[in-house]
């Protein structure tokens, strides 16, 4: 029985008796940067320029709580949905409604609206955060999903607000009866000046016995090992305890002796991975507010010149990036353009959330040699990080990096065996960060969540003597294109829509720019067949009736027609001959 250790010395002490707001605005370990009273800007939008402070950001936290509290009546344990860009309100958004008690579900801001539909309905939403440039698809999703009008916060910029005068005291709503964010930031400040400061203290969240440990704080959606994308019960403790171990795994020793990879106090932050997702939201949201590092919010990918740019322009030294990123990354001209720029100014440049091959590793040291880059590896069920590139080494090429600090890992093969350095088979993961199971989905959870605190992951992988993980493949059904998870389950339930398709089975295929790419197996149904329908158009029409309805990274790359879906006897598809079948086809 082999159990790997984290070889990183464990976060000294993982509070769990708070909730994330007070944790990120109260608890100061000594290795922790304080950011209050310096006066810089911990957030700053990358496209309108507003800045926060820690001090603008608390108090923006603190009215809008009361707002939402007294004009919205969320309340303890209120599931409020985001859907929204990058962008500085981001997590005031979430910390508000931390402050008040309620569980924070994010999505997808690019989801269309019967997508968000989805998750609002499953994770049982009764308000809801949208951005500014996603009002439209956001207030349709609401209304399909039987929410109250007045209960969706249009997160205008401040600077929209200011030019329409809801700042002023003016318009706090906006059409449709929605609530514009500055708006109930404005009727805070009214309600803490008319009634006074307990206020601010009415509605701590109320942890009860089981403390941080069984306060819900996200629901984030994953489809798992199987099935359809479901709410992953987030306990307050695992973001906290994420983020302490990014700090101390990075040797954050305290502020007088940085660490070797981040400088709380004068690092900068590339916040393009969207906030929506794990990775994003704690990494490079939550972990680096935390540690006083300045984060550049980015509304959107537009590409890797634009992204240098902003990256000079703000100074930015800590990249958090995705494999098809980095694709594009090494094969764009600009970085060898700026390659002497990036070289000095760039600290560390982290990879995770998809595999990261030793050909495309081999290429970004030829591009931007010298760049101190590494892999991490996460999944949402353990609430982020599990395994990262440690400091002060260089990249093993192929390794997702080591164990993080109170973490432990076994690798259990395909006979149910627990084996050692050099052998493959599924992780499964025991750390603080395990969350709390699926919503409403016993038996999913039951199948991952094991016992005695094991998480089985889906993931294959294998160490080696130093402790440095390998993936090596992927057990379970999912899907990743460009870092975003994608289901067969969802796809094949809407593809079985269609009205020439019998049966369906959904595939990922490598593809260099994406990382995989879906492809759908289908048979036709009787009527497609009666009338001969032609297969080129057939073809055509279902990879249509995906793209007019699924976000773009669930696109279909190629459709193709088969007699019979291949199946076990208990009608499982069985992928891995369909993966054989889409070579030979
Ligand atoms: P989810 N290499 C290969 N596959 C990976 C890697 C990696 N480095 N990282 C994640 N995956 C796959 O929930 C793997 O199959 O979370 C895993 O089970 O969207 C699945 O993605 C989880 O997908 C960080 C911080 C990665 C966060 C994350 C990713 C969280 C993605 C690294 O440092």
Known sequence: MTVFKSSSRDVPEIPDNMDLYTFMTEYYPDYRFDARGTGYALLIDEETGQKWTYEDTKERVDLLAIGLREKLGVEEDTVVAVFSANCVDYLVTILACHKVGAIVSCANPSFQPAELAYQLDASKATALFVGEEAQTEGIQAAEKAGMAKDHVIVMQTPKTCQAKGALNGGDRRIKDNAWALEGLVAEGKDLLASKGSSMLEKSRPKLGRGGNRKKLAFLSFSSGTTGLPKGVMIQHYAPIANVLQNCIFNEMKNPAQPGDRYEPGKDVSLGVLPFYHIYGLV??????????????????????????????????????????????????????????????????????????????????????????????????????????????????????????????????????????????????????????????????????????GWLRTGDEVKFNENGDMFIVDRLKELIKVKGFQVAPAELEGWILNHDDVADVGVIGLPNEESGEIPIAFITLSASAKESKKDVAEVKKSVKKFVAVNKIRYKHLGRVEILDAIPKTASGKILRKDLRVLAKEL
């Open 283 to 452: 990494v490079s949201l939550l972990f680096t507010f935390f540690s006083g590092i300045t984060n550049v919010c980015i509304p959107k990918f537009k590409g890797i010149e634009a992204m240098i740019r902003t990256a000079l322009k703000y100074r930015i030294t800590l990249w958090w990036l995705v494999p098809p990123q980095v694709v594009l990354l090494v094969k764009d001209p600009s970085a060898k353009k700026y390659y002497s720029e990036l070289r000095e100014l760039v600290r560390f440049l982290m990879i995770g959330a998809a595999p990261l091959s030793d050909d495309l590793s081999g290429r970004l040291e030829a591009v931007l040699p010298g760049l101190d880059w590494g892999q991490g590896w996460g999944m949402t069920e353990c609430c982020t990080v599990g395994t990262m590139h440690p400091p002060k080494t260089r990249a093993v090429f192929g390794s997702a990096g080591r164990l993080f600090p109170n973490v432990s890992g076994k690798v259990v093969n395909a006979e149910g065996k627990e084996v050692g350095v050099g052998e493959a088979g599924e992780f499964w993961i025991k750390a603080p960060t395990v969350t709390l199971g699926y919503l409403s989905n016993e038996k999913a959870t039951e199948e991952m969540w094991l016992k005695d």
